[in-house]
């Protein structure tokens, strides 16, 4: 479990060095921070992670002021890690994150996204993603969905046999979904 926790936190890291990058006006080091961030993920996978090289910023440039009022981006608040035996992939673990560039502390954010890894070739690798599933005509999260660039034999409703989790840090609950899925697989059933 320790090896895949500082997986997901250099991938973390990593992920708010590309939009820090991308802050600063930064291009050459922009596009540097998103091959090292896309190649911790599988192929295919990396398409779903929300950003790609550019040849410039175009309206995405800052200006000066712009860039000394926005700071650095911070990384997601990473909630819990929980380890499970899949059929397919064998041992993956699921994080349960924040969205990017969180403002508050991490009890007063909700889940946003959940990175499903694994270990291919003895390296950790994104296999999938999972993102938040809203009602369309309420926009109450409603549970998980797998992200369109996942392979097609991951089912995140089936990830496999449970096997553990470590909690870090309990999210708020504003989402009537959030701070139920944390406590999931803290409760033991009574026999």
């Known amino acids: 479990m320790e090896k895949a926790k500082e997986f997901i936190l ?27 961030f896309r190649s911790m993920a599988i192929e295919g996978v990396e398409k779903g992670l929300g950003i790609s090289e550019r040849t410039d910023f175009g309206i995405f440039t800052r200006t000066e002021k712009e860039i000394t009022e926005n700071p650095l981006i911070k ?39 959940g990175f499903i890894m694994s270990e291919i070739d003895n390296e950790f690798k994104i296999i999938g993603i999972m993102g938040m599933k809203l009602n369309k005509l309420t926009m109450n999260v409603t549970g998980w ?9 991951l089912d995140i409703k089936k990830l496999g046999k449970f096997v553990s989790t470590e909690h870090y840090s309990e999210p708020d609950n504003r989402d009537n979904f959030s701070l139920n899925e944390y406590l999931k697989d803290k409760i033991v059933p009574n026999p």
């Open 10 to 36: 250099e991938f973390l890291a990593k992920e708010a060095e590309c939009w820090s990058n991308l802050n600063l006006n930064d291009l050459d080091a922009f596009n540097q921070s998103v091959r090292e």
């Open 75 to 113: 990384p997601r608040h990473l909630y819990k890690l929980s380890a499970y035996k899949n059929k397919i992939y064998g041992d993956i673990w699921v994080a349960y994150v924040s969205i990017k560039n969180p403002i508050d502390e991490p009890n007063k954010s909700v889940f946003s996204n």
């Open 145 to 153: 969905k797998g992200n369109i660039y996942n392979p097609s034999d």
